[in-house]
């Protein structure tokens, strides 16, 4: 079992930037590969950025150039780091383990989910 617990989210202005931090606890962490996906209202949850337990990252095409997914195996935490930051990108963000260390972009793929975090970007 994998306890997850997102923080870093809150209200920016268009072209800020915000760090999302999570830190698990539970299972060994670094065999785990995690991910960021996201929900804005009245939308499915997408894909963000996933990270392996080697590092490998990957990132969707929305994101790629502002945000930069990055791990601490030794704090238990995975960061997402977000620039540039636009108003589309207003959702809650979620943080997500998987019990392989492989990453994933698929939603049904992870186990272990965060409660979310509030990311609003204003004009």
């Known amino acids: 079992q994998v306890q997850l617990v997102e923080s870093g989210g809150g209200l920016v202005q268009a072209g800020g930037s915000l760090r999302l931090s999570c830190v698990a606890s539970?299972?060994?962490?670094?065999?785990?590969?995690m991910g960021w996906f996201r929900q804005a209202p009245g939308k499915e949850r997408e894909f963000v950025a996933a990270?392996?337990?080697?590092?490998?990252?990957d990132h969707a095409d929305s994101v790629k150039g502002r945000f930069t997914i990055a791990r601490d195996n030794a704090k238990n935490t995975v960061y997402l780091q977000m620039n540039s930051l636009k108003p589309e990108d207003t959702a809650i963000y979620y943080c997500a383990a998987r019990g392989f260390t492989i990453g994933a972009t698929t939603s049904g793929a992870y186990s272990y989910w965060g409660q979310g975090t509030q990311v609003t970007v204003s004009t």
């Open positions: 539970g299972r060994t962490f670094d065999k785990n590969a």
């Open positions: 990270i392996t337990w080697s590092e490998n990252t």
